[in-house]
């Protein structure tokens, strides 16, 4: 009895509501006591643990060259980096499209990078995605019917073979002029593709050029992950460097895998304009009657690259009175003035003007319009300088008219600018004022002629401290007058400027940059490895220095007899002088394996005659080494210069292309010799013809 109330009560509350059965609706139905007619879908919710959604693939693993294709297949070996992997996934809860939405999505996070390749990319499960090289995080969600999303990430590595290095904008011919340097081209720089995204700067390791001490390399901030920037930096060049280099950089990353290009850098010399010195500076600006000091007598003082100094005698001399004549001139070819005052020659100031004119080139160079365009010149050059002399019954010394600062005692910190200015005049100058020096700490910084008024800046600069001076000097080159300041410099400490990049075989980041002068490291080749030991016994190794050379053998496992040592010498391209260099010093000793008798098939990466391997047995004094860019198919590569280790794949071939090739020009020849037998046939038939004919009408008479 009870039974049956229960099933009566379960049917009117199913015949009022709605019932899922594994996600089917069952509509309400009702007891007629007939057949039911109603059918619907009834869902079943079973409550459990957390929701899961389950990856299946990518793994969390390293997958290699074997696991992947490329995107795309274009160039490079894959166009954008993207490596195609399967995704397939499943969720243990109900999903279900709603209102045509896909339940699915996927982000993508670049670990290298640091950024979102993909952001709520919508997919369909077990499908293929495009993923990038190195570390990537792949978060899958998924939205529950009636819930929230729900997601699960997997950490994965498309791990890609190394590839070499490209050279790439790169200028095989240049033109540079005598006093100019390299780097004053637009040539001059080339940029580093590697698809590696290694880097190319510091440290030397990374590249080398030859010819150091007169060329190295400076590299700068990278343009993409892919490009590094390079430039091909010099000396500024004289006439000592009057040639034809050829100059080769060769690339290496960390396999080592490498690229080698060579240029050749032809300086072209210039006739160098001659340098006079000032005159009013170096001689007697006064001549008076009474006792000494009444006559002048100089010779002038000329530099010229070419031609020598003034008294050479190869050079042309002129003298131009512009204001007044004393009468006097030149010697044409010396440069030497000589005149005496005489009385009744009238009291006054008197300016002339001497110019010096040096020979033009005895060749030039077919090239030169290079240097034209550049604004230097192979003819003749001038320089000129003017001078005054006064005449005076006295002389009087000049005068500091005023000064400014007045205080001539004060403290500044080291980095702040002090202004200094005076006004000078001397009563035996008509319409001309007495030289103005400035010293600093008793060295000359600044020369002046002929000025009433002249202002001077100096700062002591970061890291300098204590007493200094400041000193001013008028003259008439016969008396002088002088002013000074007594200064207290207060430290301020240098900022820490970061190391600029560069290196190289020779090279580095740097130059003048604000006021502050970057060394620009250049080495020479590596010297021959020596022994160690035997070094040692003949006293060409210091104790200190052996036992630090068996001490980095022993690292690199080599053993006592193969211990050996190398040297080289480094310059500063930018001449900067410094007290402390601002870029390291690259280091010019390493350790070497030591062999009797390098050479390029000992197995070994060496240095001989004369010049350093850039790898086992290739390069400097061996063949060249294998490249993506010689034009030979060679380190495993599948075509010239692609696939392998080269950072480009090899076009797709069509494998019957050469055969339908041949084939179509057999069939043209065919078709010509089926022509020719056809012709052949018809000219047999139409002869037989006409005999045939002839005959007949022969029978026929």
């Known amino acids: 009895m009870i039974a049956l109330v229960v099933f009566v009560l379960a049917l009117v509350l199913l015949s009022s509501m709605?019932?899922?059965?594994?996600?089917?609706?069952?509509?309400?139905?009702?007891?007629?006591?007939?057949?039911?007619?109603?059918?619907?879908?009834?869902?079943?919710?079973?409550?459990?643990?957390?929701?899961?959604?389950?990856?299946?693939?990518?793994?969390?693993?390293?997958?290699?060259?074997?696991?992947?294709?490329?995107?795309?297949?274009?160039?490079p070996k894959c166009d954008n980096y993207r490596y195609i992997l399967s995704l397939n996934v499943s969720a243990d809860f109900w999903i279900e499209d709603s209102d045509g939405a896909n339940p699915w999505k996927y982000s993508l996070y670049d670990l290298k990078h640091s950024n979102y390749t993909y952001e709520d990319v919508v997919f369909t499960p077990n499908t293929t995605v495009a993923f990038v090289r190195w570390g990537n995080v792949l978060t899958v969600f998924a939205e529950e019917k009636d819930a929230d999303w729900v997601n699960n990430s997997v950490v994965f590595t498309i791990e890609v073979p190394n590839s070499a290095p490209l050279i790439q904008n790169f200028t095989e011919k240049m033109f540079v002029c005598e006093t100019d340097k390299v780097n004053a081209l637009a040539g001059s720089h080339f940029n580093v593709y590697d698809i590696d995204e290694e880097e190319f700067n510091v440290p030397m390791s990374n590249y080398r050029i030859n010819e150091g001490?007169?060329?190295?390399?400076?590299?700068?901030?990278?343009?993409?992950?892919?490009?590094?920037?390079?430039?091909?930096?010099?000396?500024?060049?004289?006439?000592?460097?009057?040639?034809?280099?050829?100059?080769?950089?060769?690339?290496?990353?960390?396999?080592?895998?490498?690229?080698?290009?060579?240029?050749?850098?032809?300086?072209?010399?210039?006739?160098?304009?001659?340098?006079?010195?000032?005159?009013?500076?170096?001689?007697?600006?006064k001549i008076y009657f009474n006792g000494t000091g009444n006559s002048f007598n100089h010779q002038v003082s000329v530099v010229d690259t070419e031609d020598g100094v003034s008294s050479d005698g190869n050079m042309i001399f002129n003298l131009t009175w512009f204001v007044g004549d004393l009468g006097f001139s030149i010697n044409s070819t010396t440069g030497v003035m000589n005149y005496t005052v005489e009385t009744g020659t009238p009291e006054g100031t008197y300016w002339a003007t001497v110019c010096v004119t040096d020979n033009a080139l005895a060749s030039v160079h077919e090239n030169f319009s290079v240097c034209s365009d550049r604004g230097y010149g192979w003819d003749n050059q001038s320089d000129c300088d003017s001078f005054s002399l006064t005449v005076t019954s006295e002389n009087r010394v000049p005068v500091i008219e005023s000064y400014f600062p007045t205080d001539t005692n004060f403290s500044v910190p080291g980095t702040t600018t002090s202004l200094f200015s005076v006004s000078v005049s001397d009563a035996d100058m008509v319409n001309s004022y007495p030289d103005i020096d400035w010293y600093v700490d008793g060295v000359l910084k600044e020369s002046n002629e002929n000025l009433s008024t002249d202002d001077y800046s100096y700062a002591f600069g970061c890291g300098v401290s204590g007493n200094h001076n400041v000193a001013m000097i008028t003259s008439d080159g016969l008396a002088n007058v002088s002013q000074s300041w007594d200064i207290s410099v207060t430290n301020v400490a240098c900022p820490v400027a970061a190391t600029p990049s560069g290196g190289g075989g020779g090279g580095g980041g740097g130059g003048t940059?604000?006021?502050?002068?970057?060394?620009?490291?250049?080495?020479?080749?590596?010297?021959?490895?020596?022994?160690?030991?035997?070094?040692?016994?003949?006293?060409?190794?210091?104790?200190?220095?052996?036992?630090?050379?068996?001490?980095?053998?022993?690292?690199?496992?080599?053993?006592?007899?193969?211990?050996?040592?190398?040297?080289?010498?480094?310059?500063?391209?930018?001449?900067?002088?410094?007290?402390?260099?601002?870029?390291?010093?690259?280091?010019?000793?390493?350790?070497?394996?030591?062999?009797?008798?390098?050479?390029?098939?000992?197995?070994?990466?060496?240095?001989?005659?004369?010049?350093?391997?850039?790898?086992?047995?290739?390069?400097?004094?061996?063949?060249?080494?294998?490249?993506?860019?010689?034009?030979k198919r060679n380190q495993g590569e599948k075509g010239v210069d692609c696939g392998g280790p080269c950072p480009f794949a090899c076009e797709d071939e069509s494998p019957f292309g050469a055969i339908s090739f041949a084939l179509v020009g057999l069939l043209l020849l065919l078709l010509v010799v089926s022509l020719y037998i056809l012709y052949k046939v018809f000219k047999i038939i139409r002869h037989r013809f006409f005999l045939v004919g002839k005959k007949r009408k022969k029978e026929d008479k």
């Open 513 to 631: 940059l604000g006021g502050v002068c970057n060394e620009r490291w250049s080495c020479h080749g590596w010297g021959l490895c020596q022994n160690a030991e035997r070094s040692f016994d003949a006293g060409a190794l210091s104790p200190e220095d052996y036992a630090s050379t068996k001490d980095l053998c022993a690292q690199n496992l080599f053993d006592d007899r193969f211990c050996g040592f190398q040297i080289t010498r480094c310059f500063d391209l930018a001449m900067c002088n410094n007290t402390e260099a601002r870029i390291p010093k690259p280091v010019e000793s390493r350790v070497c394996y030591f062999t009797e008798n390098p050479n390029c098939i000992d197995g070994i990466t060496n240095c001989h005659d004369g010049d350093c391997e850039l790898l086992v047995d290739c390069g400097g004094p061996c063949g060249p080494c294998p490249t993506c860019s010689d034009g």
């Open 213 to 285: 001490g007169v060329f190295g390399i400076s590299s700068f901030a990278k343009t993409s992950n892919f490009i590094s920037p390079l430039q091909i930096v010099s000396v500024y060049f004289g006439k000592a460097h009057l040639r034809d280099y050829i100059v080769t950089i060769d690339i290496l990353d960390g396999e080592p895998l490498t690229d080698s290009k060579t240029t050749n850098i032809t300086v072209i010399e210039i006739n160098n304009a001659p340098v006079m010195e000032d005159i009013s500076a170096n001689t007697v600006e």
């Open 18 to 75: 709605t019932v899922y059965f594994f996600g089917v609706p069952l509509s309400p139905v009702v007891i007629t006591g007939k057949v039911v007619e109603t059918t619907g879908l009834v869902r079943i919710y079973v409550e459990g643990g957390p929701k899961v959604i389950t990856i299946y693939s990518p793994e969390n693993t390293t997958y290699d060259d074997s696991s992947y294709t490329c995107a795309t297949g274009s160039l």
